[in-house]
């Protein structure tokens, strides 16, 4: 069993800046795949980034270049350094682990954090 708990979200202006961290109950990092996912009201949850098991680093479209994921084994903790924040980017923002591979659909993911809400607004 793994437990993986967010932290970081809150209040921000737009082009502010935000860093959340999701730290795992044990030393999973760069031996699974680890990833921020986020939904909006009334929309399914998407996958934002990952940081995989082998190294590689994937982004969605519409985050690249604005976020960027990272890890920290000795801390077990991966980050998500969130710059140039848009109103579009408000959002419960939800840590996700696996041993296998994170796609895109959220279903079938076991391990889950209790999300973070961001919000983005003047």
């Known amino acids: 069993q793994v437990q993986v708990v967010e932290s970081g979200g809150g209040l921000v202006q737009p082009g502010g800046s935000l860093r959340l961290s999701c730290t795992a109950s044990?030393?999973?990092?760069?031996?699974?795949?680890m990833g921020w996912y986020r939904q909006q009201p009334g929309r399914q949850r998407e996958r934002v980034a990952v940081?995989?098991?082998?190294?590689?680093?994937t982004y969605a479209n519409s985050v690249k270049d604005r976020f960027t994921i990272s890890n920290n084994m000795a801390e077990r903790t991966v980050y998500l350094q969130m710059n140039s924040l848009k109103p579009e980017d408000t959002a419960v923002y939800y840590c996700?682990?696996?041993?296998?591979?994170?796609?895109?659909?959220?279903?079938?993911?076991?391990?889950w954090g209790q999300g973070t809400q961001v919000t983005v607004s003047s």
């Open positions: 044990r030393n999973i990092v760069s031996i699974w795949d």
């Open positions: 940081a995989s098991a082998d190294g590689t680093t």
């Open positions: 996700a682990a696996s041993p296998g591979v994170l796609l895109p659909n959220p279903e079938g993911i076991v391990y």
